[in-house]
């Protein structure tokens, strides 16, 4: 089996940024983490706050000159531990005037209706 390092080498990226829930892998059987993967040539990145849930970092387009914020989440499933999240976006939000971009796993749906489960069998 292939290590992350391996793979990363493999899909071309000359650097990374991986963060995990292993905690909650080891004590609740899950699987989990993020990982950001970019090339050098492209862009600057500087990682500027990290959790087991986020990465935020800094975008320096090397290209264009600009620079922008990207965040990424895989937020808790479960909604009682989700306000820790919003919590620290809301810090983020609060101290950047930066074009913001985020991406990831909200765990969260806009209407009950996506949540239906069907039990019928084909």
Same mark, same amino acid.
């Given at each position: 089996?292939?290590? =992350?390092?391996?793979?990363?080498? %493999?899909?071309?990226?000359?650097? #990374?940024?991986?963060?995990?829930?292993? !905690?909650?892998?080891?004590?609740?059987?899950?699987? =989990? =983490?993020?990982?950001? !993967?970019? %090339?050098?040539?492209?862009?600057?990145? +500087? +990682?500027?706050?990290?959790?087991?849930?986020?990465?935020?970092?800094?975008?320096?387009?090397?290209? !264009? =000159?600009? #620079?922008?914020?990207?965040?990424?989440?895989?937020?808790?499933?479960?909604?009682?531990?989700?306000? +820790?999240?919003?919590?620290?976006?809301? +810090?983020?939000?609060?101290?950047?005037?930066?074009?913001?971009?985020?991406?990831?796993?909200?765990?969260?749906?806009?209407?009950?209706?996506?949540?239906?489960?069907? !039990?019928?069998?084909?």
């Amino acid at each position: 089996m292939d290590s =992350g390092s391996d793979i990363i080498n %493999k899909l071309g990226f000359s650097h #990374s940024i991986y963060v995990s829930s292993a !905690l909650l892998s080891v004590v609740l059987e899950l699987s =989990g =983490g993020i990982w950001l !993967l970019w %090339k050098e040539e492209a862009c600057v990145i +500087e +990682e500027v706050q990290s959790s087991s849930r986020t990465i935020h970092v800094l975008v320096s387009d090397k290209k !264009l =000159g600009h #620079s922008w914020m990207f965040s990424v989440v895989y937020a808790w499933a479960q909604a009682c531990h989700r306000h +820790e999240t919003w919590q620290e976006f809301t +810090e983020i939000a609060n101290s950047i005037s930066l074009p913001w971009l985020v991406m990831g796993d909200f765990n969260t749906i806009f209407d009950p209706a996506e949540k239906r489960v069907s !039990l019928s069998q084909t």
